[in-house]
């Protein structure tokens, strides 16, 4: 592999452990680690008084040692830290990983610490936490972890790289004997250095490492984090995200509805998709994903093939599949006519299919029917279900050694997964495994399989390289100077159309005269609304009437808008024909430019159907997001109504991400509804507000 900036701390041939004790704590579990994972380079140990702890020599500092080592385990409290980190810095170490607490985490001096800590390592020293357990590098053979750790992934072919800003849930995850074997476990703490997204990189260096998982509570710098997803796609690296806090209450709508619909989680889910990053919720979801994703055949799709010795069981991943959107496959002829051969006569084929009792422990049967399913063009994934809980032991006298055997023999033949789904997560000792042994993929709890089936069967997003001209400098000068304005709804318009965002002819009034001359000018039916930049939902005070279609109906809808709402102008504008009403909003963040598209007028807050992009994007990301939305089916047409122009609906999202990232001070825009009219008639705005940043 490569050389990389962290391939001493990953990879070291000499490890100094300072703060090592005979007492105990984390500098001695290190030096036990270091031997537990079978280091084979020079450890030393760093006591101000002893020759020697837990069998290995010690020196009174890190300048005393007789080599500069490649890794540092910083075991002493936290007001020492800085000043080890600093003489590491200038002896030229190649990065310490950084146990204790007492930093960001706590209180104003741990912050204040924590920026003495990055200031001692002057860019020169790469760290890891603090506040962490460390780093297991099983590839490297090197162990810079604090705590107990689990030794069997040392020596593995190692497949999987994991890292955590919580440390527990990074080893609850190593220890699982249900995860594949472990190229690299971190615990990544304050992140005060070293955080997920350059784990990440790292990982990428390696190309033994097949899928990366990472669980966090946020990125500090998504732009650069997109950049490598993307890189690991290229690379056919698959990358699992498990991120907390997306039940985190958004932003308040306080002006417009697209706060509503975007709160803080919907950068990362657009981040996501776009990137072909799998979002999980749990462990047991992640640790299922990545047994499926690092098996040596991977899903070609998620349509699935299913057989189990128990109708019930059958019943219940029926509905599992349908609620997890797992599409059971139909089989092909070929496959029917086989699996009716192994099926007693009284019972036909179905998928999910129930072989019936009398199939439990016939390895003939076993490998019968996933060689069928293995073989109909149709299925991508073999799964057969089955139960062996904690106390269903001994295992070969139950009949698994032949069940897994039967199918373990089918699947060396075929080039889709074949993958054992137990209908609980508790497992009898011994069965994973068995199915490793055999070549099946263990996945345990029906939901937590079926999720990892969908999510490693969907389809890879669209190549994120798409074409961002620059905006040209007269519209830019246009915009500039609108922006400079206030931002009623006729001027957010304005600005929308000088981006290619079209709106229905109509104009400004102050009266119902001016009202009426703007209406013989454009035609009836015409709608009238109230026109105030301060009034943002103009419906919900009676501010809009529409369907009025000559002068009186107009001269008395203006009279009841300023009635109802002050002495405020009308705009007039044309009435709009057919069409879906959707939304198109977006806010400039620490995300970048997030655009969100959703089923919009009335139905915005009551749905909450809308999806989000991240900019930049094409138009297959945004007929992406909307194939997960309920309004698509409205989109391509029902009950006689022809299907709506989604390639105009995609432009229209295109050029608001660019008005977005064009202007960084627009905090909002809402754009409810957008019109989206017939195929071939384009989309229009019906309303539109945009928001921007306050200056003092």
């Not at 984390?26 to 270091?34: A, F, Q, V």
């Not at 990544?188 to 070293?194: F, H, P, S």
């Not at 409810?672 to 989309?683: A, D, F, Q, Y």
């Amino acid at each position: 592999m490569a050389a990389h900036r962290l391939d001493r701390l990953f990879r070291p041939a000499s490890v100094a452990v300072v703060g090592a004790s005979p007492k105990g704590g984390y500098g001695l579990r290190t030096l036990r680690n270091l031997e537990g994972v079978g280091f084979g380079g020079r450890v030393y140990a760093v006591h101000p008084s002893r020759t020697e702890v837990g069998g290995v020599r010690a020196y009174p500092s890190l300048s005393d040692l007789p080599e500069v080592p490649d890794a540092v385990a910083a075991a002493i409290p936290a007001p020492g830290v800085p000043a080890l980190a600093a003489e590491a810095a200038r002896l030229g170490a190649g990065g310490m990983v950084v146990y204790g607490a007492g930093f960001a985490e706590r209180d104003e001096e741990g912050r204040r610490r924590q920026a003495d800590l990055i200031a001692a390592a002057d860019g020169r020293l790469p760290l890891i936490g603090p506040n962490c357990l460390g780093l297991a590098s099983y590839r490297g053979r090197a162990a810079l972890w604090g705590i107990e750790m689990p030794y069997v992934h040392a020596g593995g072919d190692g497949v999987v790289a994991l890292a955590a800003q919580s440390g527990n849930m990074a080893l609850t995850t190593m220890l699982s004997g249900r995860l594949p074997s472990v190229a690299y476990g971190v615990s990544a703490g304050n992140q005060a250095d070293l955080n997920l997204t350059d784990c990440l990189d790292y990982f990428l260096s390696d190309p033994a490492v097949k899928v990366v998982c990472l669980v966090m509570e946020g990125l500090s710098d998504l732009p650069r984090f997109r950049i490598l997803a993307e890189r690991a796609a290229a690379q056919d690296v698959s990358v699992i995200a498990l991120k907390m806090g997306r039940s985190a209450v958004g932003e308040a709508a306080t002006i417009a509805h697209t706060g509503t619909l975007a709160g803080r989680d919907a950068a990362y889910d657009a981040l996501f998709r776009q990137t072909g990053v799998h979002r999980v919720h749990d462990l047991d979801e992640m640790i299922a994903l990545c047994a499926l994703l690092a098996a040596p055949r991977r899903p070609r799709g998620a349509r699935t093939g299913v057989f189990a010795s128990s109708g019930g069981e059958c019943g219940l991943i029926a509905d599992l599949a349908d609620d997890t959107g797992v599409p059971l496959a139909a089989f092909d002829e070929a496959a029917e006519t086989a699996l009716a051969s192994v099926l007693p006569p009284f019972m036909g084929v179905h998928n999910p299919l129930d072989l019936g009792a009398a199939a439990w422990g016939d390895q003939d049967v076993y490998r019968a029917a996933a060689r069928a399913m293995g073989e109909s063009p149709n299925v991508d994934v073999v799964v057969f279900a089955g139960d062996a809980p904690a106390h269903a032991d001994p295992l070969d006298e139950v009949g698994w050694t032949e069940m897994i055997g039967g199918t373990g023999e089918a699947a060396v033949k075929l080039d889709v997964p074949v993958v054992m789904m137990t209908t609980t997560t508790d497992l009898v000792p011994g069965l994973t495994d068995l199915a490793r042994q055999n070549g099946v993929v263990l996945l345990a709890g029906t939901r937590p399989a079926l999720r990892a089936i969908a999510l490693a069967g969907a389809p890879r997003p669209p190549s994120s390289e798409h074409d961002e001209p620059t905006t040209d400098p007269a519209t830019l000068t246009q915009a500039t100077e609108i922006l400079d304005g206030p931002m009623s709804e006729a001027e957010s318009k304005r600005l929308l159309s000088l981006y290619g965002v079209a709106s229905p002819p109509g104009e400004v009034a102050a009266d119902a005269n001016a009202a009426a001359e703007i209406a013989a000018r454009i035609g009836y039916p015409v709608v009238c609304k109230v026109h105030a930049p301060e009034i943002a939902h103009k419906s919900d005070i009676g501010g809009v009437e529409v369907g009025l279609t000559d002068e009186k109906a107009l001269r008395d809808a203006v009279a009841r808008i300023k009635h109802r709402t002050g002495d405020h102008d009308v705009l007039v504008e044309a009435m709009a024909g057919p069409g879906v009403e959707l939304i198109i909003g977006g806010r400039n963040d620490v995300a970048g430019s997030l655009v969100v598209i959703g089923a919009g007028g009335v139905l915005t807050e009551l749905l909450g159907d809308a999806a989000a992009l991240l900019w930049p994007f094409g138009p297959d990301d945004v007929r992406a997001a909307l194939d997960g939305l309920k309004i698509s089916t409205l989109l391509g047409g029902v009950r006689g109504r022809p299907p709506a122009d989604v390639d105009a609906l995609a432009d229209a999202a295109i050029r608001v991400g660019r008005l977005l990232a064009d202007f960084p001070r627009i905090t909002e825009i809402d754009v409810n509804p957008l019109l989206c009219r017939p195929e071939g008639e384009g989309c229009i705005a019906l309303d539109a507000l945009i928001v921007q940043e306050r200056t003092a």
